[in-house]
């Protein structure tokens, strides 16, 4: 494999500095300020998460040493970012991860480097993250972009203009994605579409619809070297500094620790416990068909009913909004409206038998580094609860995957989805709506209300969860559409 190279010869050496990710010590400023002479920036937040205590993520590394490994990896290519960070309680995971952003955003393939980071500027805009959009305004410029694509939209080529369309109904309304949608692009008269290139521009904005949704379900802060991010005061006592990470000394207990929330007695036995009845139902008794197809139409009308969040409606910024088209469209409950959202069946056209190799086909290996991060997410476990150790969570982790699936219509002929209200409480089922469908609407009230006897790095297990399930529910519907003008 090889590195795609930027349009810009002249593209500087983008590696970031320790100073650029971390608070640095007082001595260690000090010896930055004799040798070079510069002030030293240092991050505005209490650590990379709000919702995380920041001696829990940095203590990850200190007791894994696959997780430092990828750590000190990432830093050397200058991408430990905060999200990094926080997938870090899951090391297989992030190895994946990392794997596949790096080919999709550095590698060989049919998108000039400037236009991958646009579209991920698009696909983040369209929720209002503006965490995610600020990195790749960096990266945009830093490999020869043009300034004025960043003013808004209208700025950019008509060819990434006519993209705005896919955008916005992926990121929220998938199912009314057909192939005229598809043929409107590879068809234009001008700036029309390869195929390939539409395969690889669906991939980043599906991967970065679903980033954003992680974002704000884990809190995530700021990046020292982003805007909002960094300060030039006089670091507190309560900073840390890069080189406790590498010297192994403790991170500096919060000065202003989270308080918890109040744990609801017995929560995880209760569940653990009807897990096994639902297991022992399995065992004595199968539902026929009808009464599957009924209880999946059940469910996915009830999940059209569950509220995202409380506040009002959130109103993007002008910074945010100016690189997409159409503020006001988003995630409907269409239910509510006397809508339906038809039904997809996963017999008919899945990832597995039709998805996989159609991206790889056109996208070389990425069919591959999709597949394995799926499985990874689907599949990843410790067997344990809270305190529990030796529990098989499979039924869990399906519960979770086929109702974020359920939301957009998705079935499984073969799964029974009554087994969801029985696994998945109200503010769970809320916590999980809002972040997969209006995720800038997260907050960490919501982070808190599900789930309070389970520990922080199951919480992002979880996330990690309803990040994929969601980018391969937008790829299968974006894939079939494709499949369909092919055919």
């Not at 650029?20 to 002030?39: N, Q």
């Not at 808004?152 to 998938?174: C, D, F, S, V, Y």
């Not at 669906?202 to 960094?230: K, M, N, Q, R």
């Not at 006089?234 to 202003?256: K, Q, R, T």
């Amino acid at each position: 494999m090889r590195h795609a190279s930027a349009d810009n010869d002249t593209v500087k050496n983008t590696s970031l500095t320790v100073t650029d990710l971390f608070k640095i010590c007082a001595h260690c400023e000090r010896l930055s300020k004799k040798d070079i002479g510069v002030r030293i920036p240092r991050p505005l937040g209490n650590g990379p998460s709000r919702f995380i205590p920041e001696k829990e993520i940095l203590q990850v590394s200190k007791v894994d040493a696959r997780t430092q490994s990828i750590f000190e990896e990432a830093f050397s290519l200058g991408h430990l970012d905060n999200i990094s960070l926080v997938m870090g309680f899951h090391p297989q995971y992030l190895e994946s991860f990392l794997r596949t952003q790096h080919y999709l955003l550095q590698m060989d393939g049919p998108l000039s480097l400037h236009y991958r980071h646009y579209i991920g500027i698009m696909a983040a805009a369209r929720h209002q993250c503006s965490y995610l959009v600020n990195l790749h305004v960096n990266d945009f410029l830093q490999v020869g972009g043009d300034p004025k694509w960043l003013n808004g939209l209208e700025g950019a080529p008509q060819k990434l203009q006519a993209l705005g369309e896919l955008n916005k109904i992926l990121a929220h309304r998938p199912w009314l994605l057909t192939k005229t949608h598809i043929e409107s692009l590879l068809k234009a008269e001008e700036n029309s579409w390869s195929l390939a290139e539409l395969i690889h521009a669906v991939v980043l904005l599906t991967h970065y619809h679903s980033l954003a949704s992680f974002t704000f379900g884990c809190g995530i802060t700021p990046d020292i070297h982003t805007e909002g991010g960094h300060t030039f005061r006089p670091p507190s006592l309560s900073g840390y500094c890069v080189c406790d990470i590498a010297n192994g000394n403790g991170a500096l207990e919060e000065m202003l620790g989270n308080q918890q929330v109040a744990e609801v007695s017995g929560e995880v036995e209760v569940l653990m416990e009807r897990m096994k009845q639902l297991q022992e139902c399995r065992d004595e008794e199968e539902a026929s068909q009808e009464e599957m197809t009924t209880r999946f139409e059940r469910e996915k009308t009830e999940s059209m009913l569950v509220a995202t969040a409380e506040d009002e409606e959130c109103v993007p910024s002008r910074d945010v909004s100016r690189h997409f088209e159409d503020p006001s469209y988003g995630y409907q409950d269409f239910s509510r409206r006397g809508e339906h959202v038809p039904t997809f069946r996963v017999q008919d056209y899945s990832w597995e038998d039709h998805g996989f190799s159609l991206v790889n086909r056109l996208y070389p290996d990425v069919g591959q580094l999709l597949d394995e991060k799926f499985q990874i997410a689907y599949n990843l476990t410790y067997n344990t609860m809270a305190t529990h150790q030796g529990v098989d969570t499979s039924m869990l982790r399906r519960a979770i995957w086929n109702y974020i699936h359920c939301m957009f219509g998705i079935r499984y002929d073969d799964y029974d989805y009554g087994e969801i209200n029985e696994l998945l409480d109200r503010s769970f089922k809320v916590y999980i709506k809002t972040m997969v469908c209006s995720p800038e609407k997260t907050t960490k009230r919501m982070y808190e209300s599900f789930w309070r006897q389970f520990q922080h790095s199951e919480k992002v297990h979880v996330n990690l969860l309803l990040m994929e399930a969601r980018m391969q529910a937008e790829l299968l519907y974006a894939l079939r559409a494709i499949t369909r003008y092919m055919t």
